[in-house]
């Protein structure tokens, strides 16, 4: 029976009970297996999967920098209902063209099915196959953000009285979206079986891929390029609430992808495994060709300071700087920064009055950290 004065004594009493005196203590190996099955894990013997240790135990660390992530990410706290949208009403029905109309609206068409799907993969797919439990805080934080990034979308969504039904089916009917989430939803069907084994190479492998593709390209360079058309507007003093909200998203993101390379590049080690260099190319071609099939489709013409042209060589240019990060070769070397104000819209330490902007101030810590 627990006491609300203090539980745990009580709980304790309960796991272990007094030894009567019929009981006779351990003896010879039994006694060093009993010992040995109370001692607390040994962080050295902790893995990413795989791992046989007790999940159970958050400490000693041995992924310190997960439990930083995971303290940091809580430095960005935020609901989308602390920025204000009353200008965003008045800019799309009255200041936005038809084709500035028609790149908000399909960015955040695509944004807000692909939170789902980036909710789905880390809760569903990838937080299960982790064996150590300071991953799964941080994936944990993760799921929920996701969350929170899409009742930003349906906030935008909704506050704009854009028609729900239509904005939220086009990734079904409009190809050119279609083929980001069919190729998205592909990888994450093949990580998201109850029978996987990760002990068995060819799986292992598989999880790698689809781990790099979740973290290094979804995340870390469709997200990361997503919000740039809206980021345009926002430099030319258009839906600002709505670049104030992605701005928070995309630092979101910004984490979890270099989270996912990080514990990424931790299996390649401890698991002795390399994701093949060909499937890699296939994947940054196949990403590609459907990112450009996306860009001309929300920017047959240019708006005002942003085209196809340079949302693709931006494509190239972000994904090398994250195979840089996972100790890969650079898919499209020579490619160029051709959008050299994303960095910049990205690290809100130079946002200087960008706090100042929120009804409700979160933030509790320093700047974080990028490097
Ligand atoms: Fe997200
Ligand atoms: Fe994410």
């Known amino acids: 029976m627990l006491t609300w004065d203090d539980p745990l004594i009580a709980s304790n009493r309960e796991h272990r009970p007094a030894p009567t005196a019929d009981a006779a203590p351990p003896r010879g ?6 010992e040995a099955a109370l001692k607390p894990v040994d962080p050295r013997d902790k893995r990413v999967v795989n791992g046989q240790t007790d999940i159970n135990q958050l400490a000693p660390f041995k992924y310190p920098w997960a439990w930083n992530y995971f303290l940091n990410a809580n430095k960005n706290h935020w609901t989308p209902l602390d920025i204000n949208m009353t200008q965003d009403v008045h800019d799309y029905h009255h200041r936005l ?12 068409a695509y944004l807000t099915t692909s939170d789902i799907l980036a909710m789905r993969n880390i809760g569903l797919a990838v937080m299960e196959k982790m064996s150590a439990p300071e991953l799964q805080i941080y994936q944990a934080r993760q799921v929920y953000e996701e969350s ?4 930003t979308y349906q906030h935008c969504i909704e506050t704009l ?3 729900q039904g239509e904005i939220y089916n086009r990734y079904r009917v409009v190809p050119e979206i279609h083929a980001k989430i069919q190729m998205s939803n592909e990888r994450l069907s093949s990580v998201l079986r109850p029978d996987i084994d990760l002990r068995d190479r060819d799986e292992l492998h598989n999880f790698v891929l689809a781990y790099i593709f979740f973290a290094a390209l979804f995340e870390g360079v469709w997200f990361y390029n997503g919000f740039s058309p809206i980021f345009a507007l926002q430099r030319r003093g258009l839906m600002k609430g709505t670049a104030e909200q992605l701005q928070y998203i995309m630092r979101d993101e ?3 992808a270099g989270f996912g390379i990080r514990v990424v590049r931790q299996i390649m080690l401890e698991e ?19 990112e450009a099939a996306y860009a001309h489709f929300i920017l047959p013409d240019p708006i005002l300071g942003y085209s196809a042209e340079q949302h693709i060589e931006q494509y190239r240019f972000v994904a090398n700087r994250r195979a840089r990060q996972l100790g890969l070769d650079e898919p499209f070397p020579g490619a160029e920064n051709a959008l ?19 009804v409700t101030e979160y933030q509790t810590g320093g700047a974080l950290n990028w490097d």
Do not use: C, S
């Open 97 to 108: 063209t038809l084709e500035e109309r028609h790149v908000y609206e399909n960015v955040l």
């Open 29 to 34: 190996a039994d006694r060093g297996r009993a």
């Open 161 to 163: 009285g854009l028609d």
């Open 148 to 151: 929170v990034h899409t009742w």
């Open 254 to 256: 910004v984490m979890h």
């Open 272 to 290: 002795n495994i390399q994701p093949d260099a060909r499937a890699l190319r296939l994947m940054w071609n196949e990403a590609e060709a459907v």
């Open 340 to 358: 050299p104000w994303l960095d910049e819209q990205a690290n809100l330490r130079k946002e200087k009055n960008f706090f100042e902007t929120r």
